[in-house]
């Protein structure tokens, strides 16, 4: 069993940074590969990003390269996802996610167990 849960969105501004965070927890929450997702009104919901579960590899999307990196601290057993240079698309829910194995999934399906998710709106 493995629960996730989201924090760290909220309102921000147009070009801001943000980070969100994921606390994993339960009997099998350690070695867990790792992946952000987002889903803006609408819309079907879509990778942002990933890692494996020492770190050591990580994976974007193309609309957020460049502004974004997820991070992980297997201490606390918690990812991260800092993004910058915000833009209005970026406004969505992101969710957490989780999967046993090494492999860095693009695709929902790939991932076993997700976060209530974490709601990032602009301002204007």
């Known amino acids: 069993q493995v629960q996730l849960e989201e924090s760290g969105g909220g309102l921000v501004q147009a070009g801001g940074s943000l980070r969100l965070s994921c606390a994993a927890s339960?009997?099998?929450?350690?070695?867990?590969?790792m992946g952000w997702f987002r889903q803006a009104p609408g819309k079907e919901r879509e990778f942002v990003a990933a890692?494996?579960?020492?770190?050591?590899?990580?994976s974007y999307a193309d609309p957020v390269k460049g502004r974004c990196t997820i991070s992980r601290d297997n201490v606390k057993n918690t990812v991260y996802l800092s993004m910058n240079s915000l833009k209005p698309e970026d406004t969505a829910v992101y969710y957490c996610?989780?999967?046993?194995?090494?492999?860095?999934?693009?695709?929902?399906?790939?991932?076993?167990?997700w976060g209530q998710g974490t709601q990032v709106t602009f301002s204007s």
């Open positions: 996610a989780a999967a046993h194995g090494p492999s860095l999934s693009r695709r929902s399906d790939g991932y076993n167990y």
């Open positions: 890692i494996n579960w020492n770190g050591g590899y990580t």
């Open positions: 339960g009997r099998s929450s350690s070695n867990l590969a």
